[in-house]
């Protein structure tokens, strides 16, 4: 098993910037992949950005492209999201996951995080 959870959610002004971090514990090394999806109020779970533990292969959804960059630490089983530039379309909740690839599905995630909210406001 994996377990997952997120920080560094909160409330910024539109244009800012918040630095979401994402700890794993346990057997981290039987999932090569981690990924970010968020879930805004009344709207199904979306995919945001993927990599590998190595950093390889990170893809981005068309709205995360150019403002959130992924990137891990893999020696503390830490992964992060900066999100630039923010908007008040990107309050959600932000999930982070564990899974075989780097996939915009969530059905290729197995292992969840509970959250964090990031509140945008214009």
């Known amino acids: 098993q994996i377990q997952v959870a997120e920080s560094g959610g909160g409330s910024v002004q539109a244009g800012g910037s918040l630095r979401l971090s994402c700890s794993a514990t346990g057997r981290v090394y039987i999932r090569d992949a981690m990924g970010w999806f968020r879930q805004a109020p009344g709207k199904e779970r979306e995919f945001v950005a993927a990599t590998y533990w190595s950093g390889v292969d990170t893809t981005y959804s068309d709205s995360a492209k150019g403002r959130f960059t992924i990137s891990t630490d893999s020696a503390k089983n830490m992964v992060f999201l900066q999100l630039e530039n923010l908007t008040s379309e990107d309050t959600a909740v932000y999930y982070c996951?564990?899974?075989?690839?780097?996939?915009?599905?969530?059905?290729?995630?197995?292992?969840w995080g509970q959250g964090t909210q990031v509140t945008v406001s214009s």
């Open positions: 996951a564990a899974g075989v690839r780097p996939s915009s599905s969530r059905r290729s995630y197995d292992f």
